[in-house]
């Protein structure tokens, strides 16, 4: 079965340094890799998806991931940090077509200036 | 375009009521999806529907019930509050099957139990 793991509940980082967050995700064949974002009081919001080629993928807002297919991982990093990125980030996978995504329990990023 | 539209933004409810959560999307998408978001849990699939007549359950659909009789709008029933059910229910939709589509979330609604 499908499963997500996100080993960090909670990250602080300061305004300007580097962030990665760390996503790790059981899966047998290739997955479809989803990074969202909740701010407080928000729905979620798609950073970007990986389904295949480049393991390198550019998302919204600066954000990247990089697929690594022998950790079984999909990190989220972004170069420096902008207090307006504090929020709760998800990672998510999907098998294949008509099958639902499967979420991590999410990672919150407090930004500190 | 509105997106995806979500009513009430809170509800306090009494033990052994019952509510309906409305959903409403303008972007003329097939599938829509009911999650619910617990502390520290992601989000879980409640519902979901392929589209105006045809709903199926998610992972967890004990507790609850839904129709789909318009593609705009898919409302999720509770029909006897639990304390079980207290949680932050998100509404989504997608223009076609995941996980090749883009799913679009509603801001939430944020139901309370006592």
């Known amino acids: 079965a499908q499963s997500v793991t996100q080993p960090d509940i909670h990250i602080t980082v300061s305004e300007g340094a580097s962030l990665e967050l760390r996503c790790n995700y059981s899966?047998?064949?290739?997955?479809?890799l989803f990074w969202y974002v909740q701010s407080p009081g928000q729905g979620l919001q798609l950073l970007l998806k990986?389904?295949?080629?480049?393991?390198l993928v550019q998302g919204i807002k600066g954000f990247e991931a990089e697929f690594k297919r022998s950790q079984s991982s999909f990190n989220l990093r972004k170069p420096s940090v902008h207090w307006s990125d504090a929020a709760e980030y998800f990672c998510?996978?999907?098998?294949?077509?008509?099958?639902?995504?499967?979420f991590g329990k999410g990672t919150t990023l407090s930004v500190s200036s | 375009n509105a997106g995806v539209t979500q009513t009430p933004k809170f509800r306090i409810l009494k033990i052994g009521q019952s509510m309906t959560l409305q959903c409403t999307q303008d972007?003329?998408?097939?599938?829509m999806y009911w999650y619910r978001q617990d502390p520290g849990m992601g989000l879980k699939l409640i519902y979901y529907?392929?589209?105006?007549?045809?709903?199926d359950k998610g992972e967890v659909p004990n507790g609850y019930n839904v129709s789909r009789s318009t593609t705009e709008d898919f409302p999720l029933r509770l029909e006897l509050a639990a304390p079980s059910q207290t949680s932050v229910y998100f509404c989504?939709?997608?223009?076609?099957?995941?996980?090749?589509?883009?799913?679009?979330f509603g801001p939430g609604t944020r139901l309370t139990v006592l």
């Open positions: 989504a939709s997608s223009l076609d099957s995941l996980p090749y589509n883009e799913q679009f």
């Open positions: 899966y047998g064949a290739t997955p479809y």
């Open positions: 990986y389904f295949s080629g480049d393991t």
């Open positions: 998510a996978v999907g098998a294949g077509a008509g099958t639902a995504l499967i």
């Open positions: 972007m003329n998408h097939n599938y």
């Open positions: 529907s392929v589209g105006a007549g045809i709903t």
